[in-house]
Nanobody
Framework: QVQLVESGGGLVQAGGSLRLSCAAS????????MGWFRQAPGKEREFVAN????????SYADSVKGRFTISRDNVKNTVYLQMNSLKPEDTATYYC????????????????WGQGTQVTISS
């Protein structure tokens, strides 16, 4: 069983920054691929970023490359998403997810999900 809890969302102006955190339970956290996804109202959930267990492999959606950075602390069982140069288009509910087996940018590959944290960017 893995439980994920996101935090750090909020409302910021365009050009600002936010740092999201996802705290995970479980002894095998270091073996999981961790991903961030987001979903805006009326749209499908989309991939944002992920990182494999040892942190040496990462992927980013084209829309966030150069602005967002994923990182993890396997001692604290926490994954982070540093979001800089935020745009109104980044407004969404952001979800943390864990994949036991796959390194993937597909939501169906992830086994556990957090409840989400709201990020709102004003223009």
């Amino acid at each position: 069983q893995v439980q994920l809890v996101e935090s750090g969302g909020g409302l910021v102006q365009a050009g600002g920054s936010l740092r999201l955190s996802c705290a995970a339970s479980g002894r095998t956290f270091s073996s999981y691929t961790m991903g961030w996804f987001r979903q805006a109202p009326g749209k499908e959930r989309e991939f944002v970023a992920n990182m494999n267990g040892n942190g040496f492999r990462t992927s980013y959606a084209d829309s966030v490359k150069g602005r967002f950075t994923i990182s993890r602390d396997n001692v604290k069982n926490t994954v982070y998403l540093q979001m800089n140069s935020l745009k109104p288009e980044d407004t969404a509910t952001y979800y943390c997810a864990a994949s036991i087996v796959y390194y993937s940018d597909s939501a169906v590959s992830y086994n556990y999900w957090g409840q989400g944290t709201q990020v709102t960017i004003s223009s």
